[in-house]
């Protein structure tokens, strides 16, 4: 099903688009900065475990635009969506578009934490990798926290005097 852009929605593509141009920009205006080898693995305790080319650092911008279009794909396959709650005429706009706000803001969490490996790469600031983990923590806890909303609207929305 199809559902309109809300206006959070369209300000969320905008912000995701730009943060996969900023991040490609990113890499080319610290080009000529960067060494020949660059820290490209870490352990859990920060220490690098493997050194490449430079050219690696592409990789991450290049697995965003990958992630990005996965998640656009996944939002265009409604059948395939694991939906917290039965969808009935009387609330199946409102699931959709609850569900559709949710994938973006996956798209962005994970742009966000793509973003900050390049930086943390880049910067050879090895210490900050584990800063990655506060977008993925904060979509996992948006999903859990969302789809409980999710049940209580549509559970609402189904109520005959709702």
């Known amino acids: 099903m199809k559902t309109r ?15 996969l ?9 610290l080009w000529s900065r960067l060494p020949a080898h660059i820290p490209a693995h ?3 305790a920060g220490n690098a475990t493997h050194y490449g080319s430079k ?3 592409f990789i991450v911008p290049f697995v965003t ?5 996965f998640l656009c794909l996944l939002q265009r396959c409604t059948k395939s969506w694991n939906l917290p709650v039965e969808t009935t005429e009387r609330n199946r706009t ?8 949710t994938l973006i803001l ?3 969490c994970v742009e966000i934490t793509f973003f900050i490996i390049t930086t943390c790469i880049s ?25 409980g909303h999710i049940r209580r609207r549509a559970d609402k929305l189904n109520h005959p005097y709702g």
């Open 42 to 44: 870490f352990d859990a």
């Open 65 to 69: 635009v990958g992630m990005y279009a």
């Open 21 to 29: 141009i900023a991040q490609f920009v990113y890499v080319f205006l």
């Open 94 to 101: 409102y699931v959709y578009s609850a569900i559709k706000t």
């Open 106 to 108: 996956c798209r962005t």
């Open 5 to 19: 852009y809300t206006r959070f929605q369209t300000v969320l593509e905008i912000l995701n688009i730009l943060l």
């Open 123 to 147: 910067t050879r600031q090895v210490a900050w990798i584990w800063l990655d983990c506060i977008p993925v923590a904060a979509m996992v806890t948006f999903i859990v926290v969302y789809n």
């Open 55 to 57: 050219n690696e650092l």
